[in-house]
């Protein structure tokens, strides 16, 4: 039956049911029928009219529904062709003729009696005009039933009422029910089950009915007998009967009827023309919610405050009304309820969900905690008993008409993300406080309050703005490591997009990168934008005009200048377009130079200051060097547009003690006026200025050893000095750049290759300046607190002296021996000292503690992380003992370590003295723990860039050890150790170190003095342990010892191999070789790529096998690659290197994915396989790959790396088998070896049900009878047991062994294992088996019985245990078990009674 459409149902169910309705074709409900004609009504003429005086007219076909208000299309006047028009006849007469009376339209239209209505007529005054009366008056005489009439009308009645002479005359009409009577379906849930619906009060008369609009004879008469027939049907029917009435009444009724029954206001209409004037002026009618009781009245009983049933509630107001209050004529209480006292609050722990509450500050309140409502936290609706602002009611504010709202909400708002961020929440939420007000469109409603006309509203917005996009800490951890090593180079804060970006688009140059933008991420909506980057949305919604408007022309506070800054250098961060955007934006950085960069301003006195237009500003200068840092034709643009030369000379040529501002904001402008030009000088710009500020920078490098012994040091001064330092260290790389190699690619092309104006002669004098200054640090390296305090400095000596031997030994016209002389000097002095200090010795200690690759808790990702807003923030990444904070020993031995390499590549006789800096033990205590089996860090922003600066470290100690090695192999310590960290290095660099990854595969991965055991024994150790583990005596010329010697003579070979394979994007290479080789003219910029992921992929070793197979499936042809052979052959040599002297090294690769790339080999073409040196190489790896405590950890079901599905390329492989091998039997074990009973049956259904052919070729025996591999890699019970459940694959091994597709002399292994499986399954006696299993296994050992092979039925019938020492690679039972033979018999028996009956 079609169900009904109710209430509330949308226009798609609608149409589902019309859908259904007419699927069925049943009959519809309602049949319509054509009227006739309007000349021809239907009126019953001959009806007796009612006897009534009044005008009565009925008709009964009236429709019950109004007719359509559309109106018809106009119909053109054609007579039919049986009744043509006549000729000659009047047109009015017509009308008249066809004409019918308003009964056609209308029917039951009833005069209203108006006999007993009283006429007043007007009261007769003395005066001309009515006199004038005040306000005050107002409330006098004033009509408790005035309603929403003028005072002037209030006034009028009531004179004319008082002044009459002849008093109205009342209605006719019954008492007033009580409202509890009125009717079934005004009751409210709450009142039906405390209420019966005829009441306590019973019924006193027509409540809706009241005969108002009859005649005088019948009116009462009428109305009292509707009303007793309703009486009658009530009391006839059960309660049960008048509930379920009521609620079909309320389903069908009008909503908005069934709300103006229950409105007290539909009472108060009916009752208000039954009271008299001697009703006390200023009570109305109490309204009341649903939820309260309804209180019955009487006609003759006004409905007062005072006459509530005393078993109602009463409002417990704190104040009385006054009815001379202005608007409280009429007073509404259930509008009062929120000046009563809050409900108490609930102090019981409850397990569900509450909804978050927050103060004014952004903290979070507990739910049971009890505030003073004067504190303001109580001004909501739900939950009134709780303090605080919920997210849902501030961002309610937020779109309030009051200006104060509105900026409150959104100072609360950001107060919340302020201290999300920062982690105070902590687990006290469910959720992300960012993703639910990102979701909310909390971006957008920030953006809507920028355009608000309200300043404290704009503030509050700014505010809130940079609370989303800045996070905590970022700034200040960039700002502390910008003179690290390599520490202006970091990576933009954006959203990885692995899906827009290729690999073809890596050879682009970034200028190129801008230009081109997909008109699809072109028209996409800033929602959508925002849903991926929310900078990308922002930037979109025209941000940087609005936030150019607020600086130039509203000149804000300066906290809203601060935080406008600070949003703009966060966009400039994301990435080189948004940096691009900002640097374009109309006079948005003209502004920014003028009005807080100015070359002349009043002077400045401690404490806040007014405003900050025309006044020097530190977050200016640092906007224009972040945006310089995201490339060098910004950084140029800046220079040349902006005046900034002369800007940075009027701010460098002052002390900051002699500047006209606060010390500490000179300071921090004098530190970003260094960095600016370091960046200008990173790109070999702004070089000129050293001549004209060069008496400034010898007087502030002269003061520095006074302000180091300074106590307590400043971290502003020591940022200051460390940024003075780091720029001279780029004005001594720029003296080495003047003849920059010319370079063949588009890359290099496009740069330009102007030379350096600044000479050796004029930065030869900064060394002698700068050593002291180390030497003064190094003096408090044994007191922790002062040495900490000095933060960056030490560091920034020592990259400046790493860069001015740099530089002096590229300088052609000097002496050789002055630099190499000078070397020597600073080494005896200086550096060989501090190696035997122990307090160097406790900074090798700490290493560990401060790693993040050794401590994965530093990289946790924070709560409040977000995909789509890229931060730095982590939950552990600013402790003490962190990478990152104060007393981290990375940078200081990072740049030593530079120091020392620089030294050692320079003059080799200083290498041996300078490596003994690798034989410390903290060192050697640290590579042992980055090598130890554990879970990788997370992969963050923050992992990203503390991960880049802990591989600096080690790339530069193993750089120095491999420079040791090859100076002096018999003296090298650790070479084992520090070959199995270049593996692991190899494999964990990131994007922005092409140039590293580059150089450890060129000198120290393929480096025979990192392979210590080809001369300690280990290529007999290799065989020996093959004996013991194999059992056999192979061949020595072709064991593994042998192919490992041979892999060692064939590295240089190997090496070639690899840097074909493992080649990076060339443009990306040339970049990252720039920057570390301070090629200056050469360098695109100081923004990394995006950390998507590492460099190379894990399993790197084999990626020649991955690339041939990928080439042979891409030939058309069908011919192999070029140097096929070669290619493989050098893979597979080094895989085994590394699997048996590294096997740390390939952790990292599933036993299952090694098993896939050796599968490839046999893919590429028909013949590599065959190839006697692959083949033993094959065998050797297929061999390490089936050791027991191996074999355990492959599955083949699980995701595989690099890898689809491991059942598809099984098939393939099978495919390749059936139609190449011929019988190989080192193919034939890789095709066995997925068959094992503990991996997916899918496999196996795959060679019995898609590749039975295959069963033919599969020849590998039990037993070893030839090199390479002479028998199966594993054990036979690995394929036996546990029996097989499958019934399919059971069928099929069934069907194999009789049609004899598997057969001992083909296939002996599997022949072994379908027999084991068969005989397992036709004598399983489980009782739990389905009766489907039970027929197939009656069936299948009915079959065997029958057979007439009599070997084949032998087996089945008699197999006992597998044994593959056995030629048949099982034993029998002489005679079957008495339980087998007393079960066979019965089912003989059975068959031989069966086979009687039928005949």
């Known amino acids: 039956m079609l169900s009904r459409p109710k209430p509330g149902e949308s226009e798609v169910d609608l149409l589902r049911f019309q859908s259904q309705f007419l699927a069925t074709g049943a009959a519809p409900a309602v049949q319509l029928v054509k009227k006739g004609s309007r000349g021809g009504g239907n009126t019953n003429l001959d009806q007796p009219l009612l006897q009534d005086h009044r005008d009565v007219v009925t008709l009964d076909n009236l429709p019950d529904s109004p007719p359509a208000l559309v109106p018809a299309p106009p119909k053109r006047a054609r007579p039919s062709p049986g009744c043509p028009l006549p000729e000659n006849e009047d047109p009015e007469e017509r009308l008249n003729r066809h004409d019918q009376h308003i009964t056609a339209v209308l029917t039951k239209i009833i005069e209203r009696d108006t006999s007993s209505v009283a006429v007043n007529l007007p009261v007769p005054s003395g005066v001309a005009f009515p006199p004038v009366f005040h306000r005050s008056q107002e409330r006098q005489g004033k009509s408790a039933t005035s309603g929403k009439r003028s005072i002037f009308a209030q006034e009028i009645a009531a004179k004319r009422t008082s002044e009459t002479s002849v008093p109205p005359v009342r209605e006719v009409s019954t008492p007033d029910p009580p409202d509890g009577a009125a009717s079934c379906e005004a009751l409210t849930p709450r009142e039906q089950g405390s209420q019966l619906p005829w009441g306590s009060c019973g019924f006193q008369g027509p409540h809706l009915v009241t005969g108002k609009g009859l005649g005088s004879k019948n009116a009462e008469q009428e109305a009292q007998t509707i009303h007793e027939e309703n009486i009658a049907k009530l009391h006839a029917m059960a309660p049960e009967e008048i509930l379920r009435e009521q609620q079909q009444l309320l389903a069908q009724l009008d909503p908005s009827l069934v709300a103006f029954l229950r409105s007290p206001r539909h009472t108060h209409e009916q009752a208000g023309e039954k009271t008299t004037e001697e009703q006390r002026p200023g009570g109305p009618s109490v309204e009341v919610t649903g939820e309260e009781p309804i209180v019955p009245t009487f006609a003759s009983k006004p409905r007062q405050e005072e006459d509530l049933d005393p078993r109602a509630p009463a409002l417990a107001l704190p104040v009385t009304p006054d009815k001379e209050w202005v608007h409280m004529d009429t007073v509404e209480l259930e509008k009062l309820h929120w000046t009563q006292d809050l409900p108490p609050l609930r102090k019981k722990r409850t397990q569900e969900r509450m909804q978050a509450r927050f103060n004014l500050q952004g903290e979070l309140l507990a739910p049971d905690v009890d505030l003073p409502t004067h504190l303001g936290l109580h001004h909501h609706g739900e939950e009134a008993e709780r303090a605080g602002y919920s997210l849902q009611e501030l961002f309610h504010l937020t779109r309030s008409q009051v200006s104060q709202q509105r900026a409150l909400a959104l100072h609360v708002l950001a107060q919340v993300i ?4 920062a982690g105070e929440f902590g687990d006290r939420l469910v959720g992300s406080v960012l993703r639910l007000l990102l979701d909310a469109g909390f971006l957008f409603l920030l953006r809507f309050s920028l355009d608000d006309r309200v300043d404290g509203v704009i503030a509050a917005a700014v505010r809130a703005l940079r609370a989303l996009l800045v996070a905590p800490g970022d700034e200040e951890l960039l700002d502390s490591t910008f003179s690290w090593y390599r520490g202006a180079l970091v990576f933009p804060l954006m959203p990885s997009q692995e899906d827009e970006d290729d690999e073809d688009e890596d050879e682009e140059p970034p200028a190129e990168k801008i230009k081109r933008k997909s008109p699809e991420q072109g028209n996409r909506p800033p929602s959508d934008l925002a849903r991926h980057d929310v900078i990308k949305g922002l930037l979109a919604t025209n941000l940087l005009p609005r936030l150019r408007y607020l600086l130039e022309v509203t000149c804000p506070a300066p906290s809203v200048v601060l935080d406008i800054l600070a949003v703009l250098i966060r966009l400039a961060r994301h990435s080189l377009e948004s940096a691009t955007r900002v640097l374009e934006c109309p006079r948005l950085i003209e502004t920014v130079v003028r009005e807080f960069l100015p070359t002349s301003w009043y002077p400045m006195r401690a404490g806040p200051a007014p405003s900050l237009h025309r006044v020097p500003c530190a977050a200016a200068m640092k906007l224009l060097r972040v945006l310089a840092s995201a490339g060098r034709n910004i950084a140029a643009r800046l220079l040349s547009s902006f005046d900034l030369r002369s800007r940075l000379s009027r701010f460098l040529a002052e002390a900051p003690q002699e500047m006209a501002l606060p010390l500490e904001e000179a300071e921090a402008l004098s530190s970003e006026a260094f960095r600016l030009w370091a960046v200008a000088a990173s790109y070999g710009q702004g070089a000129e200025l050293y ?26 001064s020591m940022q200051r000095i460390a940024s003075l330092l780091t720029l001279l260290a780029q004005l001594t790389l720029a003296t080495s750049s003047t003849t920059p190699e ?19 002669t004029q930065v030869s004098g900064l060394q002698p300046l700068v050593e002291p200054c180390l030497r003064q640090t190094l003096k408090l390296l044994p007191r922790p607190e002062m040495w900490q305090a000095l933060g960056p400095v030490p560091t920034a000596c020592l990259l400046f002296l790493d860069a001015y031997y740099q ?20 080494s005896e002095s200086l550096l060989l000292p501090l190696l035997h200090t122990p307090t160097l010795g406790s900074l090798w200690d700490s290493l560990g503690s401060c790693s993040p690759l050794c401590n994965p808790q530093f990289c946790v990702r924070a709560p409040e992380a977000l995909p789509s807003l890229v931060s730095l923030g982590s939950t552990g990444g600013r402790l003490s003992l962190s990478l990152a904070g104060s007393a981290s020993p990375f940078p200081f031995l990072t740049a030593l370590l530079c120091l020392f390499n620089t030294l050692a590549r320079i003059h080799k006789g200083l290498c041996d003295q300078l490596a003994a800096i690798l034989a410390a033990p903290g060192l050697q205590n640290y590579f042992l723990q980055c090598l130890a089996p554990m879970a990788a860090p997370h992969f963050t922003p923050f992992s990203a860039w503390a991960l880049r600066h802990e591989y600096h470290l080690q790339y530069l100690a193993l750089i120095l050890a491999q420079k040791a090695a090859t100076v002096q192999p018999d003296l090298a310590i650790n070479t084992a150790l520090h070959h199995s960290l270049v593996l692991a290095l190899l494999s964990r660099l990131l994007p922005g170190s092409e140039h590293l990854a580059h150089e450890l595969l060129l000198s120290c991965v393929f480096r025979l003095e990192f392979l210590p055991e080809r001369t300690s024994g280990g290529l007999e150790a290799a065989d020996f342990s093959d004996r013991l583990s194999l059992g056999n005596n192979k061949d020595s010329g072709c ?21 074909t394979h493992c080649s990076l994007a060339r443009a990306s290479l040339l970049a990252s070789q720039a920057s570390y080789r301070g090629e ?74 090694r098993l896939a790339r050796l599968m490839c080999v046999f893919l590429v073409d028909t013949e590599l396989f065959r190839e006697t040196p692959v083949q033993h190489l094959v065998a050797t790896l297929l061999a390490r790959l089936c050791q027991p405590q191996v074999l355990l950890d492959l599955k083949l079901d699980c995701p595989l790396p690099g890898l689809a599905s491991f059942p598809d390329l099984y098939a393939s492989f099978l495919e390749h088998f059936e139609a190449v091998s011929y019988g190989d039997h080192l193919f034939g074990a890789l ?15 795959a060679l019995f049900g898609e590749h039975v052919g295959a069963l033919r070729a599969l020849g590998l025996p039990l037993t070893q009878v030839s090199f390479p591999l002479s028998q199966l890699p594993v054990s036979l019970e690995c394929y036996t047991e546990p029996p097989e459940d499958n019934l399919a694959l059971l069928q099929l091994y069934f069907q194999a062994l009789v049609t004899g597709a598997l057969c001992p ?71 079957l078990p008495p339980l087998r033979q007393q079960y066979l018999q019965q089912l003989t028996s059975g068959m031989l009674q069966n086979g009687v009956s039928k005949a």
């Open 1080 to 1153: 200056l003219q050469r360098v695109p910029g100081l923004l990394l790529p995006v950390p998507k992921e590492p460099l190379l992929p894990t399993d790197w070793p084999f990626l020649p096998l991955i690339h041939l197979y990928h080439q042979a499936a891409d030939t058309s042809l069908g011919l192999p690659p070029a140097d096929t052979i070669g290619t493989a052959l050098r893979a597979l040599q080094w895989v085994l290197v590394l699997e048996s002297w590294r096997p740390q090294a390939l952790w990292a690769v599933p036993p299952a994915a």
């Open 1231 to 1245: 095709v066995l070896l997925p068959l094992q009973r503990r991996f997916s049956v899918t496999l196996r259904l």
């Open 691 to 716: 001549r004209e500020l060069y008496p400034v920078l010898m007087r502030a490098l002269q003061a520095v050893p006074e302000e180091l012994s300074t106590q307590p040091a400043r971290p502003l």
């Open 1039 to 1059: 064991g593994r010892g042998a192919l490992l010697a041979q892999a060692c003579q064939d590295l240089p070979s190997i090496r070639s191999c690899y840097l």
């Open 807 to 826: 530089a002096w030994s590229q300088q052609p016209s000097l002496c050789p021996g002055d630099w190499l002389q000078d070397m020597e000097r600073l």
């Open 418 to 421: 302020s201290r999300a961020q």
């Open 742 to 760: 010319p370079s063949s690619d588009s890359a290099g092309a496009s740069v330009s290759a102007t030379p350096s104006s600044i000479t050796w």
């Open 1305 to 1375: 002399r083909w296939c002996p292994v599997l022949y072994a294992v379908a027999m084991a499986h068969v005989n397992s399954f036709i004598f399983s006696q489980d009782p739990k088996s389905s009766e489907e299993v039970k027929a197939a296994r009656r069936s299948m050992l009915q079959k065997t019985w029958l057979l007439a092979d009599e070997g084949l039925r032998h087996h089945l019938l008699h197999y006992k245990l597998p044994n593959s020492a056995l030629p048949e690679g099982f034993e029998l039972y002489p005679q």
